[in-house]
């Protein structure tokens, strides 16, 4: 099927709110944006789960609680349990997420077999033959997230990811990472053809973040009081995991705004 959208909720606006919310031994079938509760969310959804459904999508943003989760958009205290499949950005709460994942766990196996890691003919197209990424490659699987530009905190994954020599970016938490993860845990077995890791298959650079509850009244006064630890922070990061950080920040509660360094 080429729909898209698809969901309890087929797009939630920034308004919305969804709680308490359990869907269970559900089939979902989709091209893109397919989550057992929103398709594409850019509200809130606390506390829902989904139990037992399986969920599939020909083509990108798949996942257990919300195919897709925006800058707005933010998932808490939600479980996701049955089978995933996806192509491109599939993960366990949510296929890609730019907004909030907090709290959550996942207990789905997201593209555990080799049929679930092909890629059907039909969906081959003149773009993807002239892409620089293979055509017949699953990328950016994830545990919680197939792909995350934000916020990953306190969440859980205990279900297998990916299927043995097959598929790129895929990790136990998120499959390709450029935001900001916290207090994560993976329990489960990840496999893949390249860029497998056990909480992220594929780090971009950095983006150094730390928070400050410091009572100051200038940015100057932030920088000049952090700028030595930030410096120490980002030589860390690219010496020990060979990661290059492109921008170092400070985010100030006292300000209430973000600081470059």
Not at 96 to 112: C, D, L, Q, Y
Not at 153 to 162: F, H, I, L, M, W
């Amino acid at each position: 099927t080429t729909a898209g959208y698809i969901g309890l909720i087929a797009s939630l606006d920034e308004s919305g709110v969804v709680k308490n919310v359990t869907v269970a031994d559900s089939e979902l079938i989709g091209y893109r944006y397919v989550g057992a509760i929103v398709g594409q969310n850019n509200g809130i959804i606390a506390n829902c789960r989904n139990d037992g459904s399986v969920i599939f999508g020909s083509g990108s943003n798949v996942g257990g609680i919300a195919g897709g989760n925006t800058v707005s958009g933010i998932v808490e205290e939600c479980k996701a349990g049955g089978e995933i499949t996806g192509i491109h950005f599939a993960g366990g709460i949510a296929g890609h997420n730019a907004g909030v994942i907090r709290n959550s766990e996942n207990g789905a196996k997201v593209n555990t077999t080799a049929q679930q890691n092909s890629v059907d003919i039909s969906d081959i197209t003149v773009g993807a033959l002239l892409g620089t990424e293979a055509i017949n490659a699953v990328t950016d699987i994830g545990g919680i997230a197939g792909g995350n530009t934000g916020v990953i905190r306190s969440s859980k994954n205990t279900a297998d990811v990916g299927y043995k020599h097959m598929g790129y970016n895929i990790g136990g938490i998120a499959g390709s990472q450029t935001g900001f993860m916290t207090e994560c845990e993976n329990f489960g077995a990840v496999s893949g053809r390249k860029d497998v890791g056990g909480i992220v298959g594929h780090m971009e650079p950095a983006v150094l973040v730390d928070y400050k509850t410091d009572k100051v009244k200038t940015a100057a006064e932030l920088i000049d009081r952090y700028r030595s630890q930030m410096l120490f922070y980002k030589q860390a990061l690219e010496t020990i995991f060979g990661l290059p950080v492109t921008e170092m920040l400070l985010y100030s509660f006292a300000l209430g705004t973000t600081v470059e360094v």
